[in-house]
């Protein structure tokens, strides 16, 4: 049997662009999808996030349920809407439950994609229950899925030093579990980059695998490059490596080799290997697609997080944008839902009005 770990880049990259070929032809999926991040306040202070405002700090605000609503408004077309946002002590559990129900209510044909398992923790501290009680509160809200983020990387001592207040490594797969188990799917990612070493990353793939092979609940994995430009672990890691240029090389290699190590190790159980267009930008994610990806995430549109590091790739794009990065690099891009599930066509009413907004532009 092969080990992929210490294979030549060159001819792991080769394994996992056949091995991708070999279970989704030339098929490259995408999601009409937005974000909405409702609170800057945070209270975790992880080291690798310029987005969190420490409690009264300047743009350490939440938003009102309505304004939510108002700016998902403003995209009535997307297939699914994601909420994330910070630790907000003074947020209630009722008021979760209130934006999803009031997200379900305006917008019934979306799928709410919504709260880390950093933000359930605090949801569960705050109500006095466990994961799968408010697992099942959130389902009965409306939740359709949650994210997988809030992973960073599962090993304990790397997260100590990345952000010590983060959720212990179990506790992440505890919640994880108890979302599978309650029948809400979730993604799976990972924060790469950094001060993470490839036995962190192998240990990482290890925790994955073994959850998938007990629940069948990730529906993609998702590689996240680190973004350092405008944070406290940017500016340390730049120093240590000779400046930000270096870093950048630093992070590309890697990179490099992961995505193809995610394809030929973890994709036997979870088929779905998601680049990331706002951390790599258009071209370095149309390049994945020869690393092992078959899939382009989303169209975003209020994509904040990775800007407020000083991502340099823009908040959105849109479906035609996709279609075209796609389609250049030989692929044939297909509509997805949530849960990699086929579009019904005239569903959504995305198409009449994103002509309309086209032809306006022209």
Same mark, same amino acid.
């Given at each position: 049997?092969?080990?992929?770990?210490?294979?030549?880049?060159?001819?792991?990259?080769?394994? %996992?662009?056949?091995?991708?070929?070999?279970?989704?032809?030339?098929?490259?999926?995408?999601?009409?999808?937005?974000?909405?991040?409702?609170?800057?306040?945070?209270?975790?202070?992880?080291?690798?996030?310029?987005?969190?405002?420490?409690?009264?700090?300047?743009?350490?605000?939440?938003?009102?349920?309505?304004?939510?609503?108002?700016?998902?408004?403003?995209?009535?077309?997307?297939?699914?809407?994601?909420?994330?946002?910070?630790?907000?002590? *003074?947020?209630?559990?009722?008021?979760?439950?209130?934006? @999803?129900?009031?997200?379900?209510?305006?917008?019934?044909?979306?799928?709410?994609?919504?709260?880390?398992?950093?933000?359930?923790?605090?949801?569960?501290?705050?109500?006095?229950?466990?994961?799968?009680?408010?697992?099942?509160?959130?389902?009965?809200?409306?939740?359709?899925?949650?994210?997988?983020?809030?992973?960073?990387?599962?090993?304990?001592?790397?997260?100590?030093?990345?952000?010590?207040?983060?959720?212990?490594?179990?506790?992440?797969?505890?919640?994880?579990?108890? %979302?599978?188990?309650?029948?809400?799917?979730?993604?799976?990612?990972?924060?790469?980059?950094?001060?993470?070493?490839?036995?962190?990353?192998?240990?990482?793939?290890?925790?994955?695998?073994?959850?998938?092979?007990?629940?069948?609940?990730?529906?993609?994995?998702?590689?996240?490059?680190?973004?350092?430009?405008?944070?406290?672990?940017?500016?340390?890691?730049?120093?240590?490596?000779?400046?930000?240029?270096?870093?950048?090389?630093?992070?590309?290699?890697?990179?490099?080799?992961?995505?193809?190590?995610?394809?030929?190790?973890?994709?036997? @159980?979870?088929?779905?290997?998601?680049?990331?267009?706002?951390?790599?930008?258009?071209?370095?994610?149309?390049?994945?697609?020869?690393?092992?990806?078959?899939?382009?995430?989303?169209?975003?549109?209020?994509?904040?997080?990775?800007?407020?590091?000083?991502?340099?790739?823009?908040?959105?794009?849109?479906?035609?944008?996709?279609?075209?990065?796609?389609?250049?690099?030989?692929?044939?891009? @297909?509509?997805?839902?949530?849960?990699?599930?086929?579009? *019904?066509?005239?569903?959504?009413?995305?198409?009449?009005?994103?002509?309309?907004?086209?032809?306006?532009?022209?």
């Amino acid at each position: 049997m092969k080990d992929f770990w210490k294979m030549p880049l060159a001819e792991l990259r080769d394994c %996992a662009a056949e091995e991708t070929l070999r279970r989704h032809g030339r098929t490259v999926t995408y999601v009409v999808n937005r974000n909405a991040n409702f609170t800057r306040v945070c209270t975790v202070g992880c080291a690798f996030c310029g987005f969190g405002k420490r409690p009264g700090t300047l743009g350490a605000t939440s938003d009102r349920i309505d304004e939510v609503v108002a700016r998902v408004g403003k995209t009535p077309w997307v297939t699914e809407v994601c909420l994330q946002g910070g630790i907000d002590p *003074e947020l209630r559990p009722e008021y979760y439950f209130d934006l @999803v129900k009031a997200l379900r209510e305006a917008f019934p044909w979306m799928h709410l994609h919504a709260f880390s398992p950093m933000e359930i923790d605090s949801l569960c501290e705050k109500a006095g229950c466990g994961p799968e009680e408010m697992m099942g509160k959130l389902r009965a809200a409306g939740v359709g899925t949650i994210p997988g983020t809030a992973a960073e990387i599962l090993v304990d001592e790397v997260r100590r030093k990345i952000s010590r207040n983060k959720l212990p490594a179990a506790r992440w797969v505890e919640i994880v579990q108890a %979302a599978h188990r309650a029948g809400v799917r979730s993604s799976a990612t990972i924060l790469f980059g950094h001060v993470e070493r490839w036995e962190d990353i192998r240990s990482h793939f290890e925790i994955l695998r073994r959850v998938q092979e007990e629940t069948g609940g990730f529906t993609e994995f998702v590689p996240l490059a680190f973004v350092p430009y405008q944070n406290r672990l940017g500016a340390l890691l730049a120093r240590r490596a000779g400046g930000i240029k270096a870093l950048e090389e630093r992070i590309r290699r890697r990179a490099m080799r992961l995505y193809p190590l995610a394809r030929m190790v973890l994709g036997g @159980v979870i088929p779905n290997l998601q680049t990331s267009w706002v951390k790599l930008g258009v071209v370095g994610a149309v390049e994945s697609l020869g690393w092992g990806c078959n899939d382009f995430g989303g169209t975003l549109y209020e994509e904040a997080i990775t800007r407020s590091s000083g991502g340099k790739h823009g908040e959105g794009l849109e479906p035609e944008q996709i279609e075209a990065a796609i389609g250049g690099a030989g692929y044939e891009a @297909v509509e997805r839902t949530t849960v990699y599930g086929s579009v *019904e066509k005239g569903l959504f009413p995305r198409r009449k009005v994103l002509s309309a907004s086209c032809e306006s532009a022209s």
